[in-house]
């Protein structure tokens, strides 16, 4: 068997996506900034992925700001929006990306001279979710922007955005929503969700690498990262990727007419997996919490995560450990330690992701292997206990 089971680290591009995107990678091979007619072919392209990204989030067009991935969206918007204020505090949840917590530390160090800028975290409960009441507390002093995740790429827990930006507006700060993991699992709308910026990026669903935007409100005002040519209305100077926006626009327009079979199909491939998942008594981070339907994320006591990924691995399986969103594997997820998961239980964490290739076969076939390596796994540590 050979099931990948990864699709919150990335996802295979989509046929239609390929297709769409060869032309522009061979004979439409136009800067979409010349006048000529390879450049307005490359022109139209781009506006119309435009379109079909903006439509996927309920936004405009004209919102949308293409960059090379979400990590840079994430930077443009701590960064942008925050360079344009006087120093204040920035708040992150405690389960952010480092693409989202790391700006908003070197912000902090950036200004240490002043030491007015200020880096926090906002803690979540047991189940992954904002503690309302400490964002509450931390807004009492002045804030510039509050960045909160729309899904956990872990855990897949949902955070209540718009509830987190009613409270945020009224302090007058700036939202930000990652909604990297959402985007194509779960309806997004940009309005709805009442944000400020909202970063989404296209591998992650069925798009290829090098392609991300920001989604932003046109009334904020907000500095490129970089500057140069002026394209992207001067907030993203640098020849655009075309083919790499065109796949992205052909992905959100895929993934948006595909929400209601993703939620149908992965939902009952996680039912049965946490079935399973029961029967060998592992413990589900975040499971009474909302989560998007194709996540799950688990461990066993005792046992390795990173170990059992590897295992796995070699039966076929690709499932991810607790830290693979990070270069610092050796930590257990920073997302389980704020949810107060015991160190020890955290470094067994494993998730499972799946997307719509995946099938009920896999996912026993997975149920069997994984009942299989664990009792390995066990009998090892005790030989050499
Ligand atoms: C929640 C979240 N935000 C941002 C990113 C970074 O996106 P990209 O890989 O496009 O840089 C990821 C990637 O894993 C993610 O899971």
Known sequence: MNAYFDHNSTTALRTEVLEAMLPFMVRQHGNPTSRHSFGRTARTAVEHAREQVAAAVGAYANQIVFTASGTEANNFAIHGI???????????????????????????????????????????????????????????????????????????????????????????????????????????????????????????????????????????????????????????????????????????????SNLTAFDMHTDNLRQHLETGLDKLNAVIFGRDGLRIPNTSFFAFTNLDGETLVTALDKVGFAVASGSACSSDSDKPSHVLLAMGVDEDLARGAVRVSFGMNNTLDQVQHFLKALEHEVTRLRNLTAIAA
Not at 217 to 224: A, E, H, L, V, W
């Open 82 to 256: 925050c360079s344009n204020l006087e120093p204040a505090q920035i708040l992150t949840s405690a389960i952010e990306h480092p693409c989202v917590s790391r700006p908003a530390l070197a912000m902090q160090v950036a200004d240490s001279q002043v030491k007015a800028w200020q880096a926090k975290s906002i803690k979540v409960d047991s189940n992954c979710n904002i503690n309302m009441t400490h964002l509450q507390n931390l807004l009492q002093a002045p804030t510039n922007l509050v960045s909160v995740m729309l899904a956990n790429n872990e855990t897949g827990v949902m955070q209540d955005i718009a509830k987190i930006a009613e409270l945020t507006r009224k302090h007058k700060a700036y939202v930000h929503t990652d909604a990297v993991q959402a985007l194509g699992k779960i309806p997004v709308d940009f309005f709805a969700l009442n944000v400020h910026a909202m970063t989404i990026s296209s591998h992650k669903v069925g798009g290829p690498l090098g392609a991300g935007a920001l989604v932003l409100d046109k009334r904020i005002d907000i500095q490129p990262l970089l500057y140069g040519g002026g394209q992207e209305r001067g907030l993203r100077s640098g020849t655009e990727n075309v083919a790499a926006i065109v796949g992205f626009g052909v992905a959100c327009e895929l993934a948006l």
